[in-house]
């Protein structure tokens, strides 16, 4: 694998990508995570075979630098990640990508598909969005409906994190083996990205994304997620999604004896059907 550093305006991001195919697969981790999350599926010899594979440490997160000191509040949003996000693919000259976002990610996701919309963008073609633990929302309302929050212990939006919270994120965030890399990209996440963020949620700052993926048909959008997730009240997904002519499938897929990163905790069930989305989505190009 091959590991760059990436100069954006939104800081430093620390970028690592496999393969060499014009057709890319990019994987977006979750709130105070890493790279690492996508370890398994970055060693899928089956995916790397036809696709270059990427994935990177968000700003504020792993080994990417923090924002500007005066620009944490157009950073640390959905907005502003997916931003850093579009310039990793731009730096890379990739035109042709599958997104996956896990938690966090799966918003970033489809705000980097409604921003290159929105510009017209024909350099950059969005052929599928695969989300996981990401139940969309853009105002205070959306996330109640959409998240298990505890208004007086939101791991979510902590500016510094207990120990208990710390625990709470390696065993419920990823579940599966844990690995030391996981305690140390909860505690290096900078403590201005969590509060950041989870404020310009409730404040209504972003795009609509359930607008947008109910109105979309440009590409297809898979939602599997966790039987066992505890972080997302599941029902709302079926209100979500359902009835909308791109979901892949036509329903929500659940991994049995999985949480909010199936990714990681089931692999070796998550990674065939992931294969089988990214086979279809670049099929009907």
Same mark, same amino acid.
């Given at each position: 694998?091959?590991?760059?550093?990436?100069?954006?305006?939104?800081?430093?991001?620390?970028?690592?990508?496999?393969?060499?195919?014009?057709?890319?697969?990019?994987?977006?981790?979750? #709130?105070?995570?890493?790279?690492?999350?996508?370890?398994? +599926?970055?060693?899928? !010899?089956?995916? $790397?075979?036809?696709? @270059? %594979?990427?994935?990177?440490?968000?700003?504020?997160?792993?080994?990417?630098?923090?924002?500007?000191?005066?620009?944490?509040?157009?950073?640390?949003?959905?907005?502003?990640?997916?931003?850093?996000?579009?310039?990793?693919?731009?730096?890379?000259?990739?035109?042709?990508?599958?997104?996956?976002?896990?938690?966090?990610?799966?918003?970033?996701?489809?705000?980097?598909?409604?921003?290159?919309?929105?510009?017209?963008?024909?350099?950059?073609?969005?052929?599928?969005?695969?989300?996981?633990?990401?139940?969309?929302?853009? #105002?205070?309302?959306?996330?109640?409906?959409?998240?298990? +929050?505890?208004?007086? !212990?939101?791991? $979510?939006?902590?500016? @510094? %994190?207990?120990?208990?919270?710390?625990?709470?994120?390696?065993?419920?965030?990823?579940?599966?083996?844990?690995?030391?890399?996981?305690?140390?990209?909860?505690?290096?996440?900078?403590?201005?990205?969590?509060?950041?963020?989870?404020?310009?949620?409730?404040?209504?700052?972003?795009?609509?994304?359930?607008?947008?993926?109910?109105?979309?048909?440009?590409?297809?959008?898979?939602?599997?997620?966790?039987?066992?997730?505890?972080?997302?009240?599941?029902?709302?997904?079926?209100?979500?999604?359902?009835?909308?002519?791109?979901?892949?499938?036509?329903?929500?897929?659940?991994?049995?004896?999985?949480?909010?990163?199936?990714?990681?905790?089931?692999?070796?069930?998550?990674?065939?059907?992931?294969?089988?989305?990214?086979?279809?989505?670049?099929?009907?190009?």
């Amino acid at each position: 694998m091959e590991f760059t550093k990436i100069p954006t305006p939104q800081g430093e991001i620390n970028a690592v990508r496999r393969g060499t195919s014009s057709n890319t697969i990019l994987f977006i981790h979750v #709130n105070s995570g890493s790279w690492r999350m996508f370890k398994h +599926l970055l060693a899928s !010899d089956s995916l $790397a075979s036809k696709y @270059t %594979l990427i994935a990177f440490d968000l700003p504020g997160h792993g080994d990417s630098a923090d924002a500007p000191a005066d620009q944490a509040g157009q950073v640390y949003t959905f907005a502003g990640y997916a931003r850093a996000a579009i310039a990793v693919l731009r730096h890379y000259a990739v035109t042709s990508v599958v997104i996956y976002g896990c938690s966090l990610g799966g918003h970033i996701a489809v705000d980097m598909a409604m921003q290159l919309a929105e510009t017209d963008d024909d350099e950059v073609k969005v052929r599928g969005i695969m989300t996981s633990g990401s139940p969309l929302c853009h #105002n205070r309302a959306e996330a109640l409906e959409g998240f298990n +929050l505890d208004p007086d !212990d939101n791991v $979510a939006a902590a500016e @510094t %994190l207990t120990e208990d919270q710390v625990q709470i994120m390696v065993r419920k965030g990823f579940g599966g083996e844990e690995e030391p890399w996981m305690r140390e990209a909860a505690l290096r996440t900078d403590s201005r990205a969590r509060p950041t963020m989870f404020k310009s949620i409730t404040r209504g700052d972003g795009r609509d994304h359930r607008k947008f993926v109910r109105e979309t048909a440009a590409f297809p959008l898979a939602v599997v997620n966790g039987a066992e997730d505890v972080f997302m009240k599941v029902d709302v997904f079926e209100k979500i999604h359902v009835g909308h002519g791109n979901l892949w499938r036509g329903r929500i897929i659940r991994i049995e004896k999985s949480g909010h990163s199936p990714c990681w905790d089931q692999p070796e069930v998550f990674i065939p059907l992931f294969e089988e989305f990214v086979d279809e989505s670049f099929s009907c190009v």
